[in-house]
């Protein structure tokens, strides 16, 4: 299972390119400036408007062209690569979003399926090299899968789920962490227990709990 620190909305990219090019245009022409941050699959993702780093402004330009949801994704994903979903997240690719799903088969080998988030096609299918064979374990123990979790999630939160991602805490209960952008573009993390499909903790992006 790859270590991933626990935040709202997962892989994080930064607005030092947006911020660069502000430099650069100067005066009015700066506010429209666009910039793609690398991630470790050299994916492009809207940047935030420069002089801001929410990354619910990210999330919420992400989800404008998203016509496929977390749960849609999910099932697409696992029509190409039978399997347990456990992770899914919405990124950016060459300006547009794409859902990134990482799915365990029956041998308890990681894919990574990357499905278009606009027309729900699968554009890319792999295995993961480096799968160290924890999510195959916290897959079989897992008696809520992705669906229910997203459910569970949006049931406590309104909005649009924009990740979910089964994790151990660290030696704990297996737990889906579903990261859901609210109404009001607020971000929120709800963990749903993997084993019962109850919320057990909602949190915001100002890192206060809600329960």
């Not at 999510?135 to 309104?158: E, M, N």
């Amino acid at each position: 299972m790859k270590v991933r620190p626990r935040t709202l909305t997962g892989r994080r990219r930064t607005v030092a390119a947006v911020l660069a090019a502000t430099v650069v245009l100067g005066g009015a022409g700066a506010t429209t400036a666009v910039a793609f941050a690398e991630d470790g699959d050299h994916d492009g993702a809207p940047a935030v408007a420069a002089g801001s780093d929410r990354d619910d402004d990210r999330d919420s330009v992400l989800l404008k062209g998203a016509e496929v949801d977390l749960k849609q994704a999910a099932a697409r994903a696992t029509k190409s690569v039978a399997g347990t979903v456990t992770s899914a997240e919405l990124e950016g690719s060459r300006g547009k979003p794409v859902w990134h799903v990482d799915v365990v088969d029956s041998r308890g080998t990681e894919h990574e399926v990357t499905v278009d988030a606009g027309t729900g096609k699968v554009t890319k299918a792999g295995t993961d090299r480096d799968d160290d064979g924890d999510d195959a374990a916290l897959a079989k123990s897992a008696g809520t899968g992705v669906a229910r979790a997203v459910d569970a999630a949006l049931a406590k939160v309104d909005g649009t789920a924009t990740s979910a991602e089964l994790d151990d805490d660290h030696g704990r209960s297996a737990a889906w962490h579903v990261d859901v952008t609210g109404t009001r573009s607020t971000e929120h993390e709800v963990t749903v227990d993997a084993g019962t499909g109850k919320v057990t903790a909602t949190e915001t992006d100002d890192d206060h709990d809600e329960d």
